[in-house]
């Protein structure tokens, strides 16, 4: 049975190579190799028209996924709910013609007990990197929704945005957020001079409500996305750091009893770089145990990382490096088990961009990598999201066709991972 395998296999790989048949569902063994696989079930979408920024959020056996769509100078932010193996009527949130609307900087939902919050960006004034990051929220105790809800006091024109989210209590979200009120001095958006991009956070409850922002980090990197998850009810946040010395490597900052633990760096990949390289962390966590993924390029050698915590986030271990290929990482991560994470990011073969999924061991080991779909380099094709329900691999990413924009999602079984 085996030799009828390898047989089969090898049959495979000569027919990729003389008909260059399509990339799609298929799964790497080696740099440049890659083997069909019928692993990766693609399902029907519930987006429509000019739509992208997916944004996934697992909780229990719901899946969430929110995006936005735009038709003339409108947009439009909707959410719809995967169950019984099917996306649920989209739900129209909010819409409008002042959002600033980026293929980075996406919306952001989670779901508590029935509560919904999802993000949205919105333009403060006429410069290029002024708006305003706010929460549309939905408490099941009065069936309403309360909108359009700023997440910050400070009232200036200047940049706010890359939000994470993340369950507390039983009803209320722990929110994070780049913070640009100290550079409005500034007059470009990579903030040099005496303000600096900063980091903030606070927690929401689901009648729109909130506890006091806090500035976690006073200097951090401008537009890499921030991620969370939360360790017994403690938030971890990870985001890409920034120091004086233009070193942007990845830090972590623990909440615990409402009050921030001083940022700690992942690991020092010592990543000297003068702008920002628009390529955040992603974090999931297991019980006591916390996984991050990330993308680097110091030494000029790009690479995608992967670090296990087995101490509620306190400290990482030696990284495990994830890619094989060249990749533009645009990283995400979940957690299967205590000292399992699964990973995605973006890689290139020859002239394809592919967007890769791995399951990952704490002691080093790692599956083949599989690819879930041919996808773009481009901008317009943003960050892929993962996640995780009763042992499914959900994936959702934005294909692009020429100026044409439209979501996909797909799902794989982990054990055929």
């Known amino acids: 049975m085996k030799v009828f395998k390898i047989i089969g296999s090898l049959f495979c790989i000569i027919c990729l190579i ?6 799609k569902n298929t799964a790497e063994i080696s740099p440049g190799t890659v083997l069909p696989v019928s692993t990766v079930i693609n399902l029907k979408n519930p987006s429509e028209g000019n739509s992208s920024l997916p944004r996934l959020f697992a909780e229990n056996d719901k899946l969430y996924m929110s995006w936005v769509e735009q038709k003339d100078s409108r947009s439009t932010l909707y959410f719809s709910v995967f169950q019984n193996n099917q996306w649920a009527t989209p739900v129209n949130v909010n819409s409008g013609t002042n959002w600033f609307i980026n293929w980075a900087d996406f919306p952001a939902i989670a779901a508590n007990n029935g509560n919904i919050i999802i993000s949205y960006l919105q333009k403060s004034a006429n410069g290029k990197y002024t708006y305003d990051a706010k929460v549309n929220l939905y408490s099941t105790a009065t069936k309403t929704w309360k909108k359009n809800v700023v997440l910050h006091n400070d009232g200036t024109a200047s940049e706010h945005g890359f939000v994470s989210i993340v ?6 979200f722990y929110v994070a957020w780049l913070d640009g009120r100290n550079t409005t001095n500034n007059t470009n958006h990579e903030h040099h001079g005496s303000g600096a991009m900063t980091l903030h956070g606070r927690l929401v409850n689901a009648n729109g409500t909130m506890h006091p922002e806090v500035q976690l980090d006073d200097r951090v990197c ?5 991620a969370i998850t939360s360790v017994n009810g403690n938030p971890i946040i990870v985001y890409r750091d920034r120091s004086i010395s233009e070193i942007r490597d990845i830090s972590t900052i623990n909440i615990v009893n409402k009050k921030s633990a001083p940022p700690k760096t992942v690991y020092n990949d010592a990543w000297e770089i003068a702008g920002c390289p ?11 145990n916390v996984v991050v993924a990330w993308f680097t390029a110091a030494n000029e050698h790009p690479k995608v990382q992967l670090a296990f915590s087995k101490n509620q ?14 990749t533009l990482g645009r990283v995400d991560v979940v957690m299967a088990s205590p000292n399992t994470a699964i990973v995605s990011w973006m890689e290139n073969i020859a002239d394809k961009t592919l967007l890769q999924v791995m399951k990952v061991y704490a ?3 790692k599956s083949f990598p599989v690819t879930v779909a041919e996808t773009s380099f481009k901008r317009a094709s943003g960050f892929p999201q993962i996640e995780l329900i009763n042992n499914k691999l959900y994936v959702a990413w934005t294909a692009v066709n020429g100026n044409a924009k439209t979501i996909e999602t797909a799902f794989i079984s982990v054990e055929n991972l």
């Open 18 to 23: 003389s008909c260059k048949t399509e990339l």
């Open 167 to 172: 369950p507390q209590g039983e009803s209320s």
């Open 222 to 226: 401008d537009c890499c996305q921030t």
């Open 278 to 288: 628009v390529n955040g962390p992603a974090i999931a966590s297991f019980k006591n």
């Open 313 to 326: 986030g306190k400290t990482f271990e030696k990284p495990i490096k994830i890619n094989t290929l060249e």
């Open 363 to 365: 002691d080093g080991t």
